[in-house]
Nanobody, 124 residues
Framework: QVQLVESGGGLVQAGDSLGLSCAASGRTFSSYAMGWFRQAPGKEREFVAAISRSGVITDYADAVKGRFTISRDNAKNTVYLQMNSLKPEDTAVYHC?????????????????WGQGTQVTVSS
């Protein structure tokens, strides 16, 4: 089992950048494919980005492609989400997620473990 703790959220203006981090517990972080999701008030949780165990393969939602970058540092048990050119519609609680997998190159939109989330608010 893995525990996930997000950090880095805050209040920014449209066009600004913000970086999120997600620290994972345990010694097997490299065994997990990782992802980021977000949930805005009154809306369903939606996929944002995913990264394979190796960090080589990534996947993005169309709404963030070209603006957000997901990365990971397996030595630090951490996954990151760099968000550039932020828009008011990016306002949401951002959650990281983990899925244990034997497939090194897998990216997925289905996860088993979730963090509590960090609030990102983008003002216009």
């Amino acid at each position: 089992q893995v525990q996930l703790v997000e950090s880095g959220g805050g209040l920014v203006q449209a066009g600004d950048s913000l970086g999120l981090s997600c620290a994972a517990s345990g010694r097997t972080f490299s065994s997990y494919a990782m992802g980021w999701f977000r949930q805005a008030p009154g809306k369903e949780r939606e996929f944002v980005a995913a990264i394979s165990r190796s960090g080589v393969i990534t996947d993005y939602a169309d709404a963030v492609k070209g603006r957000f970058t997901i990365s990971r540092d397996n030595a630090k048990n951490t996954v990151y989400l760099q968000m550039n050119s932020l828009k008011p519609e990016d306002t949401a609680v951002y959650h990281c997620a983990a899925r244990r997998t034997l497939t090194v190159m897998l990216t997925t939109r289905t996860y088993d473990y979730w963090g509590q989330g960090t609030q990102v608010t983008v003002s216009s």
